[in-house]
């Protein structure tokens, strides 16, 4: 069965931390592009950051550059989200999405990847 699950949100205060995991299941996530994507409530889907396949480059939106570092780690099949500084404006559902097609991985929402997580829940509040 081919599943992805995120786990590592909840509360922060401003300026806290957080790592968000994604671990597969069912496939090796090595050989896909993964993505995080976040939606807040009321507000469309936005991509915060991707690792491509093919070189491991990635991509982070502007708003979260500087602030947040995607990673890999393949022995335990896992994509990791590190998030600093974090601010009340990063408050959302983060979901972490796998396309096993894109060697270079892509923020742009209109591309569906092939694979979604449920998502796991991320409140900046004091």
């Known amino acids: 069965q081919v599943q992805l699950v995120e786990s590592g949100g909840g509360l922060v205060q401003p300026g806290g931390s957080l790592r968000l995991a994604c671990a597969a299941s069912g496939f090796t996530l090595d050989y896909y592009a993964i993505g995080w994507f976040r939606q807040a409530p009321g507000k469309e889907r936005e991509g915060v950051s991707c690792i491509s396949k093919s070189d491991g480059s990635t991509h982070y939106a502007d708003s979260v550059k500087g602030r947040f570092t995607i990673s890999r780690d393949n022995t335990k099949n896992t994509v990791y989200l590190q998030m600093n500084s974090l601010k009340p404006e990063d408050t959302a559902l983060y979901y972490c999405?796998?396309?096993?097609?894109?060697?270079?991985?892509?923020?742009?929402?209109?591309?569906?990847?092939?694979?979604w997580g449920q998502g796991t829940q991320v409140t900046v509040s004091s």
């Open positions: 999405a796998a396309d096993r097609l894109l060697r270079l991985c892509v923020l742009n929402t209109r591309y569906q990847y092939d694979y």
